[in-house]
């Protein structure tokens, strides 16, 4: 792999970097140098990932060899009688002790939103050439626990517990064979291992991956770990990570804003607090039923014999305390409305303050221990109201001091709701309809933060050496910066890779029937408006090819779409040209659903598929739409949170606020309006996904063309939108742009077809250049259909960073593989033989020389790997060969197979006598005339080479016509 210099550092690339990746590198090492936060945009395509990778630890061993060395002079220094200001300096940066060599080390820590997307990051790191550094991957007992009584436990609380009492009793015995398992070679050897390997590896040494992971993260150079590890506090102690003089790297960073205010924020409902009261009771009521001796012997049992009757008895009156002062509170029907210092108040009423919170909180986990490790039975009482208490007990006293309550002051409101829970859905933030139980009126007291740089500038404080936050889509910069709050020395919004033949970009403003699009609130019910959008994909579904994606502003205006349509017939109708999937809420069926609809995509019997979905889904980030899974992508409206949501409500005046003191903050309705657009790049960026990829994306409301909101799509899409006048004239530009990009763009990088395979799995669908590095390859319906099951690529953008290598058949693979499959779609030989390869050369020919050439780049990888391959020549090409080396020792028998059969014909006839034949055929089918045919059929192919075709043609004649042909080729004699 290439050494590149950048910013004075060596850095080890697959391939000679883009001049974007090299500017990317370049601000990563120059925050890092400067021990300077970074703010860095790179669109989806430009291997970001690696670059960054790559960039950051050829960094860190620059400086781990750096305070190496500083540590052997100040080794050498302490026996050399140097003394004074030059033995201090000698001695910077060295160590204490036997660590001396480690000390002052940084490490790096990775995060990501999701565990899919920090695999990703690992595989790009198991493929670049700094896989030899020591990594580490951080994951929860819901992924790593392999105990199998605790990993059955469905809730995550009562798991965390019953896991805590197991190591603490040390009846786990996964837990106790970390100690003896966790130098093993499986363990501490040359291989990354991400939470599924580690799983693996857990297994097999019967030792616990969870523990295994927290071992590895001691000694690791760089720690994966999802976003909540380092942002919320409390994740963050028990996990034990560890912020000081180490490297932050908060990647796919357009969710860092909302997570920093959705983990110091949290909800408690009066039947939150009535559980809990009920909870206590309940365990009360233990203490009474059973004996002192049985009571203490069932506690001792339980590992949680911190707590007395007395103890519970004054927790109890706490949290009648609390029920009480939240029910006294003042609160009208939009509700009541009070600074961050309330909670503060509120809580002292129930006598927990700053002094004794601690105590309180230790309490209550030991109840909650006690009750979720106790009670064998799953009705029983878990601890839910309890765990909801200490949540927020936990969130409120992440700090003591004066300043950090100040800050609360500014940053958070209280606010407590009246809901009349009877026939009644609360809908989230973003518009999800979620069910509820209660028929009762309760009060919901929400503790909400305001300010992502709360969260940000307690990283600051923990002597963070710097934070890199990077995406596809941060634009725009400066309002992002006055909303994390802390210093940011470094700064990029990278262009893209891709040129202006690669991309199309359409604000469609009506529909078909000129009817305006436009899904605000008061004409998102309109039926006119949803029938028109419905058409308007229709429109679109017919020109263009393979996967469309389309994004709905919410679930709720996805559903009414939906049923309507239906009623109208338009769903059907789109469902005939390309099968729709939708995008589900529940978890458990998203994999089936995109697994069926990549299913679809690689069918060559179908036109590509249709996925329905929504902005900010499971969709429209981390999954892999590159290539033919995601031609164009239609944005139907602005995704805006719901205006009347009481916390959107109070993020709006909060902002107001802080502008009415400075003036560089984001208005309320600035935040407003880039909290859809940042929604909608996001959904956008699932079309180009590397340096080849091409497609279009039709922006379906009107109010796209609004200047403002173009100013804050990403900065290397804007050039590229225009404006559609008339709906017809648009949608033959897409027709155009799809022809034009198919015809000069590379196809996609596929696995070359061996004809023995049948079966195409992930691990199988690896495509070696020649410097020996495998590389995943895309989803196609140019493929052959796979009948194994379908894997969603969980490597999105695995093959962008890779795109420098070259194999010539790729050229011509795409075009060459369709018309094949062109020629298995033939029901007879008349519309077989119509499939003529575009580029002049006959399609068994194309194949025959892809063939070979793969055959030849396969024998070099083999012979690399001194390993031997059998390649099973194509049917046809065994005719040839048996013909041009064998000398014909035998009589040859055409093709059962009309497509070999055509292949054959294709073959050995020269481009005037397949001319003829083609015309000959036609002329046959069309008049019948057996004479006139056979005649033609007898100067063309009546001799000893093609003689075996002509037999095979009897098959295609017409019964009055097949006995005369058959007594004719008996007399043939050669």
């Not at 061993?61 to 750096?66: C, D, F, G, N, T």
């Not at 305070?67 to 302490?78: D, K, T, V």
């Not at 603490?168 to 501490?188: I, L």
């Not at 809420?585 to 590509?608: A, C, E, L």
Request: contains cysteine.
């Amino acid at each position: 792999m290439p050494e590149v210099m950048i910013a004075g550092i060596p850095v080890n690339f697959p391939f000679e970097p883009y001049e974007v990746q090299k500017t990317y590198m370049e601000k990563v090492i120059e925050s890092l140098q400067n021990n300077t936060n970074a703010l860095l945009e790179s669109p989806t395509g430009t291997g970001k990932t690696l670059s960054l990778l790559c960039s950051s630890l050829a960094w860190l061993l620059v400086k781990k060899a750096q305070l190496q060395m500083n540590a052997q002079i100040g080794n050498f220094s302490e026996h050399s009688g140097f003394s004074g200001p030059l033995k201090d300096s000698l001695k910077s940066g060295a160590g204490k002790g036997k660590d001396n060599v480690s000390w002052g080390m940084p490490k790096i820590i990775y995060s990501s939103r999701t565990h899919s997307q920090l695999t990703q990051a690992m595989q790009e790191l198991k493929r670049s050439s700094y896989r030899h550094v020591k990594a580490a991957v951080l994951g929860s007992r819901d992924q790593m626990c392999i105990h199998p009584e605790v990993s059955k436990e469905t809730n995550n609380t009562n798991k965390v517990h019953m896991c805590q009492l197991k190591v603490k009793s040390r009846t786990c015995h996964f837990y106790n064979n970390v100690e003896s398992k966790k130098d093993d070679r499986a363990v501490k050897g040359d291989d990354i291992l991400d939470i599924e390997d580690l799983v693996t590896v857990g297994k097999k040494l019967k030792c616990c991956p969870y523990y295994l992971s927290k071992e590895l993260k001691q000694d690791a150079d760089i720690v994966f770990m999802p976003y909540n590890y380092i942002l919320d506090p409390k994740s963050r102690k028990a996990n034990g990570v560890e912020l000081m003089n180490n490297i932050v790297i908060l990647d796919e960073a357009h969710n860092v804003e909302k997570m920093c205010e959705e983990s110091a924020s949290l909800q408690v409902r009066t039947t939150d607090v009535a559980l809990c009261i009920d909870e206590i009771t309940h365990v009360m009521r233990s203490f009474s039923e059973n004996s002192e001796d049985q009571m203490e012997a069932t506690v001792e049992n339980s590992q949680a014999k911190d707590f007395t009757c007395d103890d519970l008895c004054v927790l109890k009156e706490m949290m009648l305390a609390l029920e009480k002062a939240i029910d006294e509170i003042n609160v009208g029907s939009e509700g009541a409305t009070y600074p961050g210092g309330f909670i503060f108040e509120l809580l002292s009423k129930a006598e927990i303050k700053d002094h004794n919170q601690m105590a309180v909180i230790t309490l209550i986990g030991n109840l909650i221990q006690y009750l979720s490790t106790a009670s064998a039975s799953p009705f029983q009482r878990k601890g839910v109201g309890l765990q909801k208490i200490v949540d927020l007990l936990n969130v409120v006293y992440s700090g003591t001091t004066h300043a950090y309550k100040e800050r609360v002051k500014l940053c958070y409101k209280v606010h407590i709701q009246v809901e009349d829970k009877k026939n009644h859905k609360k809908s989230d933030s973003w518009g999800t309809l979620k069910a509820t139980n209660s028929k009762t009126a309760e009060r919901v007291l929400s503790y909400w933060c305001f300010s992502p740089g709360f969260g940000m500038k307690q990283l600051v404080e923990q002597n963070v050496r710097s934070i890199i936050l990077t995406s596809g889509t941060l634009a725009p910069l400066k309002p992002l910066i006055s909303e994390l709050g802390i210093p940011i020395g470094v700064q990029l919004e990278n262009p893209h890779i891709i040129k202006s033949n690669q991309i199309c970009v359409k604000i469609i403003s009506q529909g078909p029937d000129c009817t305006q699009l436009n899904s605000s609130y008061q004409n998102r019910d309109n039926p006119k408006y949803i029938s028109s959008l419905g058409r308007t994909i229709l429109s679109f579904c017919r020109v263009v090819p393979d996967g469309l994606l389309v994004f709905f502003p919410s679930y709720p205006i996805m559903s009414k779409c939906q049923e309507m349509w239906q009623a109208e017939g338009i769903w059907s109708s789109i469902n005939n040209i390309k099968p729709i999937f939708v995008e589900p809420q529940r978890k458990d069926t998203f994999n089936t659903v995109i697994n069926d609809y990549y299913s679809k995509i690689s069918d060559p019997s179908t036109k590509g598929a249709c996925f329905l979905a929504v902005c900010r889904g499971k969709v429209s980030e981390g999954l892999d739409f590159a290539d033919m899974n995601g031609r164009a992508v239609i944005i139907t409206g602005l995704p805006f949170p719901p205006l009347r949501d009481p916390r959107i409500i109070l993020k709006k005046k909060y902002l107001e606020e802080l502008r009415t003191k400075e003036k560089d903050f984001l208005s309320g309705d600035e935040w407003y309006s880039l909290e859809a657009t940042r929604a909608v790049n996001q959904a956008i960026g699932r079309v180009i996904r590397h340096q080849n990829d091409y497609g279009a994306i039709l922006l379906c409301d009107s109010r796209f063309n609004s200047p403002k909101l173009k100013s804050q799509l990403s900065a290397w899409l804007r050039d590229h939108i225009n404006v559609s006048n008339k709906f017809g004239e648009t949608v033959s530009e897409i027709c155009r742009f799809f022809k034009n990009a198919e015809s000069s763009l590379p196809p996609p990088k596929l696995k070359p077809l061996l004809p023995h395979e049948s079966n195409i799995g992930y691990k199988e669908n690896m495509v070696t250049n020649v410097t020996g590095v495998s590389f995943p390859t895309t989803n196609s319906r140019v493929l052959h259909k796979s009948t194994s099951k379908k894997v969603v690529n969980q490597y999105p953008n695995s093959n962008e960073v890779y795109a420098n290598f070259s194999m010539d058949f790729y050229k011509n693979a795409q075009s060459t593989y369709m018309n094949e499959f062109k020629l298995k779609e033939a029901k007879d030989l008349f519309s077989a033989l119509d499939c003529n390869n575009e580029s002049g050369q006959s399609t068994s020919q194309s194949l025959v020389n892809i063939h070979k050439r793969n055959i030849v780049e396969i024998q070099d990888v083999v012979m690399a790997k001194k390993k031997k391959l059998k390649i099973k020549p194509f049917g046809f090409e065994e005719n040839l060969r048996s013909s041009e080396i064998l000398g014909d020792p035998v009589e040859k028998i055409a093709p059962t197979s009309l497509i070999d059969f055509v292949k054959e014909i294709k073959t050995l006839l020269q481009a005037d006598q397949y001319k003829q034949f083609q015309l000959s055929i036609s002329a046959y089918k069309k008049d019948g005339d057996y004479t006139q045919f056979i005649n033609i059929l007898k100067s063309i192919m009546e001799n000893r080479k093609m003689f075996y075709l002509f037999k095979g043609m009897k098959r295609f004649l017409k019964d009055e016509h097949k006995n005369l042909f058959q007594e004719y080729c008996d007399n043939v004699k050669f």
